[in-house]
């Protein structure tokens, strides 16, 4: 699976969008970008994934460049509970989900 | 659905003890994993079933860890005998379809697991 870089921390202020970018620049044709987060203590949640197209669902939207290098998870109108560790991870038909180290959002009052 | 159930989600164990870690994926799923997650190393898979089959174990660290799976809403992960650095959270997961577009796998609250 592609390697994944993402910032180690970001902040956001509540209400506001955020935006977390995530580059890929290795990622073959049939890999599917998977993004989940970790809010303290809890297992890992599932977010939104999409291979080609931008993808929207009721937490958030992933934007994925036309070259495929690069996306971003977009959380509209972030509040405190959003505050977690985000993980993009890239998968082909594999199973197998190699976390990384993510970025640590914190949403600010 | 209630979502994956891990049970207990507390364990506290003296070393040389048997810790046996419980895992009730959600109903319809056919995919089961186990991670383990620590500060040094973060969130690993230790093994994966298919079907209740075992596809792959090669993140078990020894011989001292076992996974079955004997049906398909129940699984465990047996550690014998526990060591201290054994001690993490390990997490239960499972998914509709392994990898690809129906990928997306749901974690259970995890096991928090301290060996004296």
């Known amino acids: 699976d592609a390697k994944t870089t993402q910032p180690p921390s970001m902040d956001c202020a509540e209400g506001r969008a955020a935006n977390l970018p995530c580059n890929h620049s290795?990622?073959?044709?049939?890999?599917?970008v998977y993004w989940y987060r970790q809010i303290h203590s809890q297992g890992p949640q599932y977010i939104i994934h999409?291979?080609?197209n931008n993808e929207t669902n009721e937490m958030a939207s992933l934007i994925i460049t036309e070259d495929r290098k690069s996306s971003t998870l977009i959380l509209p109108h972030a509040t405190l509970r959003d505050t977690a560790v985000y993980y993009c991870?890239?998968?082909?038909?594999?199973?197998?989900?190699?976390f990384g180290k993510g970025t640590s959002l914190l949403v600010t009052p | 659905d209630a979502g994956v159930i891990q049970s207990p989600r507390h364990e506290v164990t003296e070393m040389g003890q048997e810790v046996t870690l419980r895992c009730k994926p959600i109903?319809?799923?056919?995919?089961l994993f186990w991670y383990r997650q620590t500060m040094m190393r973060g969130l690993e898979l230790l093994i994966y079933?298919?079907?209740?089959?075992?596809?792959?174990d090669s993140g078990m660290p020894e011989d001292r860890f076992s996974a079955k799976m004997p049906n398909a809403s129940f699984s465990t992960l047996k550690i014998q005998p526990s060591e201290p650095r054994d001690s993490a959270v390990y997490f239960c997961?499972?998914?509709?379809?392994?990898?690809?577009?129906?990928?997306?796998?749901?974690f259970g609250p995890g096991t928090r697991l301290t060996v004296l």
């Open positions: 997961a499972s998914s509709l379809l392994a990898g690809g577009p129906k990928g997306e796998q749901f």
């Open positions: 999409g291979l080609k």
């Open positions: 079933f298919n079907n209740n089959v075992p596809i792959d």
């Open positions: 290795t990622i073959s044709g049939n890999e599917y």
């Open positions: 991870i890239a998968v082909n038909s594999g199973y197998a989900l190699n």
């Open positions: 109903s319809g799923h056919n995919s």
